[in-house]
């Protein structure tokens, strides 16, 4: 990722995310008046005068706090600031300088790096408020005086980042990465798969189930490809959802479902299948997205020579409803089989966009339907004139009958079933579209 990396950070409950929102211009990271909230990196990318960058909210910093997840969301608030090209500060007028303020102003001054100084609250119109001089003392340069729930100062503020950023050169990452959500119930490892690719720590692990809160996207590239790894907060039932923050972090792992290409649901090896993992499974398929079933944990499980064989054919039975999906057997520990969840990924992401010349289609059609005859009803018997194939992600194929009624699910399925058996698609579910030849939609 080649754009200007611009990373907001600050202690906690001052209005970074608050201010995120209002830049991005969509509500992408979360937002409530509970400190802590924000507690890995956020990234989206923005735009100011015609120049477009990489934003990055963070976790709030607390310099000398022993709380084990702050202390990790300074961890990330650091690796943030490393990786940016231009830090914003965000301190709160109404609270004033404080303690912590100092502490951080000096983190970032000993970064080396860029440093526009933002002091948020400042929700009166004109010149503001005394206490506001008193920012000067952090020794960052001159504040500049923002609302970020008005949106009042907003521009100042990015002018000012604008100034460190408008000869950064450019690269963006196009198509031909492959965007990867993993999915699955709290606790289960999603963050430690990512940070075992990676070899650092890109997203807070801990034993905390629900330590995940936002979806967060790493850049990964080697041999197998270029993948955009979106980590997301785990799924739990809805009854399970009780705090405002949990539902939006349900939320935004469904949405890291619609953005991604592949889905790869992580499973717990030491507690087996459950019915939230099919639930989770269940939103990636009905989306039509490639999907692979990880199963983490692997070197946890006390194993026979017959172990991974009787857990597959369980699971097998577990997700009757997507058995094109393919089980890989992983270590986020070890880093067993890792190197085969890559291929598998790119292997799975191709036949999602594989698209079949309709003249093949045809002739699998005509094989079909004369290996075993079309249902019939009164006398009146299905005829399928001929399908072709409108669009991928996933594979779309549209069938034109004589009576759409005729074509019952038990004649899809084999009709699907050929053409798997014929192209492969393995690892992508495909729709059918029935169309009566006769109807005004098909003129």
């Known amino acids: 990722m080649a754009l200007p990396l611009v990373a907001i950070v600050g202690r906690p409950n001052v209005g970074k995310s608050t201010l995120f929102n209002k830049i991005v211009g969509q509500k992408l990271s979360i937002v409530e008046d509970t400190p802590g909230v924000t507690r890995d990196r956020i990234y989206a990318k923005s735009e100011w005068r015609n120049k477009e960058f990489m934003l990055v909210d963070t976790g709030g910093i607390e310099p000398d ?131 075992k690719i990676c070899g650092e720590e890109r997203v807070i692990v801990s034993d905390i189930a629900g330590t995940t809160r936002d979806a967060t996207d790493t850049i990964f590239e080697n041999d197998k490809g270029k993948f955009v790894l979106i980590d997301t907060a785990g799924i739990r039932r809805k009854s399970k959802v009780l705090e405002n923050i949990e539902r939006y972090s349900v939320l935004r792992s469904y949405m890291a479902v619609d953005r991604a290409d592949v889905a790869v649901i992580v499973i717990d090896a030491t507690v087996g299948f459950t019915e939230q993992d099919s639930k989770v499974a269940g939103y990636a398929h009905e989306k039509g997205k490639a999907c692979i079933i990880a199963v983490n944990k692997w070197d946890a499980v006390e194993k026979n020579t017959n172990t991974m064989h009787e857990f597959e054919l369980k699971l097998k039975e577990d997700f009757s409803f997507m058995s094109y999906a393919p089980f890989v057997f992983i270590s986020a520990v070890t880093g067993q089989r890792i190197d085969k969840l890559f291929e598998m990924i790119k292997f799975v992401a191709n036949q999602n966009a594989i698209r079949i010349p309709t003249g093949r289609l045809n002739d699998v059609l005509a094989y079909a339907t004369s290996r075993v005859q079309p249902p019939s009803d009164k006398g009146r018997r299905l005829k399928i004139y001929y399908m072709t ?5 996933p594979p779309t194929f549209v069938m034109f009958v004589n009576r759409a009624e005729l074509f019952h699910f038990s004649y899809q399925r084999y009709i699907e079933n050929q053409i798997r058996e014929t192209f492969g698609l393995d690892g992508t579910p495909v729709r059918f579209v029935i169309r009566e030849r006769d109807t005004e939609d098909t003129k």
Request: aromatic content about 8%; proline content about 4%; glycine content about 8%.
């Open 65 to 195: 706090s022993d709380d084990v997840i702050l202390s990790q969301m300074r961890r990330q608030a650091e690796l943030a600031i490393e990786k940016a090209d231009v830090t914003v500060l965000v301190t709160d007028l109404k609270c004033g300088v404080t303690a912590n303020d100092y502490e951080v102003a000096a983190m970032l001054l000993k970064s080396g790096k860029p440093v526009v100084l933002c002091v948020n609250k400042c929700d009166t119109v004109g010149e503001p408020p005394m206490e506001f001089y008193e920012f000067y003392n952090l020794g960052l340069g001159e504040p500049i005086a923002v609302s970020s729930v008005h949106g009042h100062g907003t521009g100042d503020l990015l002018d000012a980042v604008f100034e460190y950023i408008q000869n950064f050169e450019e690269e963006e990452y196009g198509d031909d990465f492959i965007k990867v959500a993993l999915i699955g119930k709290p606790n289960v490892g999603k963050s430690s798969i990512i940070n």
């Open 389 to 393: 194939q409108p669009s991928t992600k």
